[in-house]
Each structure stands twice: as C-alpha cells, then as structure tokens.
C-alpha cells in the first residue's frame, strides 16, 4: 500500500493524447464492522435447523476451530481450523440501491478434527449455510459467522461451505490505521480495498493474510457499468435482462485483504507490456488523460521489476484509478488500486513492487508489515535511480539527515504495532534497512538475495526471522547487530 504521505504527493496532471480505448462502466466494493440494514451482525442468531447430529458429530475428538488465526495483534482476524484452497463468489451489486446479494461457496481442508468453524462476515443477513451440501446451522455473533455442519468434519478432510447472504456492505471508517477501507459505495459502482481486515465487509471468508487462496468472481451489474475483478476475465460478458456479468478468474494464491470486485463507468485500456505479460488499465472518465500513462508505466515498470526480482508471479498486471478520494493506493493482486487521483511513477513502481513483496510473498503475521511496505518503498528508490533522478544513495541519506528526534526513530518498524499499523517508519525506515543491509553485503549478495528470497517462498508466506536467516546465509556475515539497530531498536541507527 502507498502511504496517504505517497498519495496526496501524486502528480494530478493529465495527459491530452490517448491511444484507442473502449468507454466501459466498472466500479469498486469496500465494507465494514458496521452492521446493514436488517443485519443480524451484531446478535446471535440461529439459521435453519440442521438434520440431527451423527455419532461422528458428537465424538469428543472434535472441537471447534479458534474464532482467530492467532495473530496476537490482530487475536479476530482470520479463524483456527480449517485451510481454504478456493472462493467462488457470485455476487450481484445495484448502485442506487447499495444493495449487494449472492453467494460465496468456500473449499478447504480441515486441519483438526471440526465439530464447528468460524468465517469473518460483517454486516449482511446471511439466509442459508450448507456444508457439503446440507444444511448446516449458523449462529452470528459482531464479525463472526460460527457454522455447525451436520457432521463433524475430519481432520485433514477436504470439505465446501457456501453461504447465502444479502444487505448494503458497510465500510471501516476512521480507522486509526487507514481512515475508510473495504467495501465503499461510490456514485456509480464501488471501490473495494480491503487492508487490513476489509474482506469481511463484502463475503464470508478467512480474513487474514496467513490463508491465501485461488478465486473466482462471477459478478452481475446493471447493464452500462463494468465489474472488475482479481485476475483475467474468463470469456466475454453477459448482458440479460438489463444487467451485464463479468466472470473473473484469480489463478494464483491470493490474500483475502487483496481481492477487489471494483464496479462502475470506466475507460479501459487492454493489451500487453513490452515484454509480452497481460495489461489492463482502467479510470473513471474523471480521469480521462492518465489512462495511456498508467498504462504505459505499469507495463514498464512491471518488466524492470522482472529483470530485478525474478519473474512476474502473476499472469496480468495494471491499474485502475476510481473517483473516490481514498487518499491512497493498494496493491490489490494483479490490478492495484487508485483511490482519486492519479499515481506519478512512483507510486506505480511502489504498487507493482508489491506483486512481489506482498502479494506472491505474504506476511503470517502484521507485525512483519516490512516486509512488504519496506521493500516496496525501497523499489520505489531502485526506480528513480534507474529512470536518472534520485540514486538509493541520496535517497538513503536524504532520509537519514532527519533529527535524532524526528518521529521515525522512535517507531522501530520491525515490530509494527497495530494501532498505528502504517506508520511512515515501517515505509521509510523499512526502506533504508534495506540499503543499510546492500552497503553491508555489496550488490552481488543483495540483488541474489531479493531473486532467492522471492523464488523460495513464491506463493507462500514470509516471517522476518526467514529473511534474516537468509541473508546471513547468503551473505556470509553475522547480521544481528544490523538489523536490531535498524529494525528493532527505537532511536537513531549511528552505524550500518
């Protein structure tokens, strides 16, 4: 994510030439701990009455998955139990009515014996719930749907939810960590942003960045608007009864934070980067003129980051810019978002960076937060040395010149702290930890450790203490006093 600092610093100007582009309607979804209207979100309900429970059911080995994945910081997020592999969310949004409906159909894999789980829903009126296709009861309870299934569920047996639910998504908003984030009505559609735990304002899911999963959207909107989504449109919309469905298909593991259904009136621009990689850039006509520039510097950027990190992880890249003025961007997986404005070279080089560092390579826990706002920043540096502006030199020590007493000395970033999530010093000093650690081990070791690093945890999820490991192991030194001064230690690094 680019910070608000990053955001209200991007150039507005527009540009007058374009290439050939197609006017099409597309908008964005966000939600919130908010309940909707006639929403059961903050009670405890019970939904319909499942068969009795068998013997299996009852056995004293089962017991009920956590109603958190175990991140102390975040003790709510995500739930214990059970591994997703795959959402199927089909889903239909009406703007003047802020209504959305539909299903979500959620496959994994038990990791205990299961009598009952727990999804992070917030908001909705949820109808029918079945496991493996029955009934199965529900109880509601703030942001936690609780399903019994009919029958206990065995350790490491594969199994499907699906949840039928309904009502107007709510956003989070002031946050102390990002103002307004996850499913945000907008005068023509949505826009749909979820870091940190926005996912549970628009489908039942495992909220939380340590379960990642494959996806695919079928999402139906009036007729005249576009619904874009994670991933590649799969086949060509379907327009009936005035009201058009997009079908969009995430291949790749994604986290629940990253996934998008954005809706509304936008000009799109499709083709391929330079290199030959997918590429989509969409914006409101509000922002007509940025459209071939995102384009364009997507495409560009996606290709160096190829050259410097390893291979693109995903099958498409880009961007969309929508009208509401979030103040800030995400890197939502393969179409990173825009929230009013339009992004400078920078912040594209920052989102994209996090296809990488974020989005293929995954945190297990928030606290670890570095590893993907640091490096991102950093790419952010590598990007302006390689277009002839700023080095990471001057960068690093522009940054440094900063008083003993400046504010981000006193926030060690390697430790990020939950209710000031996006501190500038997770971004900036998060950056200069790397080029500390480059001036320390010398660009041969550095530049072989980012590829290493991205190619052996592709897909996964990352802890600091791996990243350590690795670059000592890489580099040959000790590197403990490196990274306790600029990562752990709460003043002003006097060596590196």
């Known amino acids: 994510m680019a910070s608000k600092r990053l955001a209200t610093t991007a150039t507005a100007a527009l540009l007058s030439t374009l290439g050939t582009i197609g006017t099409v309607a597309c908008a964005a ?16 309900v019970s939904g319909p009455s499942a068969s009795p429970l068998s013997s299996s059911a009852a056995d004293n080995r089962a017991r009920p998955g956590a109603p958190g994945i175990g991140d102390p910081d975040f003790p709510t997020d995500g739930n214990g139990g059970y591994d997703v592999d795959h959402y199927l969310l089909k889903l239909g949004y009406t703007p003047s009515s802020k209504r959305l409906a539909g299903t979500a159909r959620i496959e994994a894999r038990a990791t205990q014996h299961l009598a009952s789980f727990n999804l992070d829903l917030s908001g909705f ?45 709510k956003p989070v908003r002031n946050s102390s960590n990002l103002g307004t984030y996850g499913f945000i009505p907008t005068r023509d559609g949505a826009f749909v942003t979820g870091q940190p735990n926005g996912a549970k304002t628009w489908f039942p899911s495992n909220d939380h960045p340590a379960d990642k999963a494959r996806y695919d959207f079928e999402l139906t909107v009036p007729a005249g608007l576009t619904a874009l989504a994670n991933g590649e449109l799969v086949g060509e919309p379907r327009t009936v009864g005035g009201r058009t469905t997009f079908r969009w298909r995430e291949s790749h593991p994604m986290a629940s934070y990253l996934a998008t259904m954005t809706l509304g009136r936008f000009e799109v621009l499709q083709g391929k980067t330079p290199g030959g990689l997918k590429n989509l850039a969409a914006v409101d006509p509000i922002f007509h003129g940025s459209l071939r520039r995102l384009y364009d510097v997507s495409g560009k950027v996606t290709d160096y980051w190829s050259t410097l990190f390893g291979p693109y992880p995903f099958s498409s890249t880009g961007g969309v810019v929508d009208d509401f003025p979030a103040g800030y961007a995400l890197e939502n997986q ?22 990488w560092f974020g989005d293929s390579l995954s945190i297990k826990r928030w606290k670890d937060l570095w590893l993907n706002e640091g490096f991102a920043t950093y790419a952010e540096w590598l990007w302006s040395e390689h277009e002839g502006r700023s080095t990471t ?21 390697g430790r990020a702290r939950p209710e000031d999530l996006f501190n500038n010093s997770v971004y900036t000093r998060g950056g200069m930890t790397l080029h500390a650690l ?46 306790d001064a600029w990562l752990f230690t709460a003043e002003k690094p006097s060596t590196w």
């Open 125 to 169: 009126t949820v109808s029918r719930v079945t496991v493996d296709g029955r009934p199965a009861r529900f109880d509601r309870a703030g942001s936690e749907l609780t399903v019994t299934p009919a029958e206990s569920i065995p350790d490491d047996a594969t199994f499907a939810v699906e949840v039928a639910y309904a009502g107007e998504p």
């Open 334 to 355: 393969t179409k990173p978002m825009y929230g009013g404005f339009a992004p400078d070279d920078d912040i594209i080089a920052h989102e994209l960076a996090h296809q």
């Open 29 to 44: 979804s966000s939600g919130e701990s908010v309940p909707a209207v006639n929403s059961t979100a903050n009670s405890t």
């Open 393 to 413: 030199e001057q960068l690093f020590h522009r940054n440094y010149a900063a008083a003993a007493d400046a504010p981000i000395w006193s926030y060690a970033p």
């Open 438 to 483: 480059r001036q320390r081990i010398g660009d041969p070791a550095f530049f072989k450790l980012l590829k290493q690093w991205v190619a052996t945890h592709k897909y996964g999820s990352v802890t600091t203490p791996e990243f350590i490991a690795m670059a000592e192991k890489i580099s040959g030194k000790n590197l403990e006093a490196l990274f």
